[in-house]
């Protein structure tokens, strides 16, 4: 069974880098496809980019390209989304989420890492 | 880049059957799939490639996909089923979500 466990809630200024973690229990990171998704307060999902397992590389959603930056350290099962030049509209709710390749769909998420971005 | 559309709600009364549409370009020639996101939680996987129900789901649970629309139906509606719903595909490398529709059992 997997279990993705998300570092805690942030809070950075304009202008700054945030680093949140997803750390993999019940399987080893490199059996997984991971990838980002986040959530605005009171607004729906917007995937931001993960491992394409038909590329065999990360990808990054066009909107985020430049600013996020997403890797993974195997000696401890976690993966890391950064996004970089925050700005207020970057607070957001954000998930790490396996996605199952067969099938293109996100089936097990993260508890969610919440960032406020604010002066 | 590829779209998909919701609508904002849907309402029904407990015991009848819901109905959730999600469209998009010749969505039927790809394969869509549901998330129900309760307040305050993550989102669950709920119908996947179209039809596919993941183990633990409810049979009530169904889906649908043909030509530019996906139908995600919930038969004999509970109020535990009041949350989020959104469809979501993949589309040349992106994946995309629809715009979530809130369902309201009343």
């Known amino acids: 069974q997997v279990q993705l466990v998300q570092s805690g809630a942030e809070v950075k200024k304009p202008g700054a880098s945030v680093k949140v973690s997803c750390k993999v229990f019940g399987y080893t990171l490199t059996e997984l496809c991971m990838h980002w998704v986040r959530q605005s307060p009171g607004k729906g999902l917007e995937w931001m980019g993960g491992f394409d397992p038909e590329d065999d590389e990360t990808i990054y959603a066009q909107k985020f390209r430049g600013r996020v930056t997403m890797t993974e350290d195997t000696s401890s099962d976690t993966a890391y989304m950064e996004l970089s030049s925050l700005r207020s509209e970057d607070t957001a709710m954000y998930y790490c989420a396996r996605l199952l390749p067969s099938a293109d769909v996100f089936h097990i998420w993260g508890q969610g890492t919440m960032v406020t971005v604010s002066s | 880049s590829y779209e998909l559309t919701q609508p904002p709600s849907v309402s029904v009364s407990p015991g009848q059957t819901a109905s959730i549409t999600c469209s998009g370009d010749k969505l039927g020639d790809k394969h869509a799939c549901w998330y129900q996101q309760m307040p305050g939680q993550s989102p669950i996987l709920v119908i996947y490639q179209d039809t596919k129900r993941p183990s633990g789901i409810p049979e009530r649970f169904s889906g649908s996909n043909s030509g530019n629309i996906a139908t995600l139906t919930i038969s004999g509606t509970q109020a535990m089923d009041e949350a989020d719903y959104y469809c979501?595909?993949?589309?040349?490398?992106?994946?995309?979500f629809g715009g979530g529709t809130k369902l309201t059992v009343l």
């Open positions: 979501q595909a993949w589309d040349s490398s992106t994946w995309v």
